[in-house]
């Protein structure tokens, strides 16, 4: 176990990079057909594409959380 209490943000930024890294498989299996001249998928693989900026922005979030909970247990 370890001795650290948690920040804050953490959740955050484990969330985000799962979101991510669905956003990027799903842009990869999106663009593949395109580059292979072959059936365009459905519109709703577009939008999952857009997981990815999610996931950032999540992860991101998580991030400035996690500063902002440090600076606090720095200041006097």
């Not at 990869?28 to 292979?36: N, Q, Y």
């Not at 999540?58 to 909970?69: D, E, K, M």
Request: glycine share 8%.
């Amino acid at each position: 176990m370890s001795s650290q209490s948690a920040d804050p943000g953490d959740v955050y930024v484990k969330a985000g990079t799962v979101v991510f890294g669905l956003g990027a498989l799903a842009t990869l299996i999106t663009f593949v057909p395109l580059f292979l001249h072959l059936t365009p998928l459905p519109t709703v693989m577009y939008w999952l594409s857009m997981l990815m900026p999610a996931g950032f922005l999540s992860a991101l979030t998580g991030l400035f959380l996690n500063v902002r909970a440090q600076r606090r247990r720095v200041e006097p």
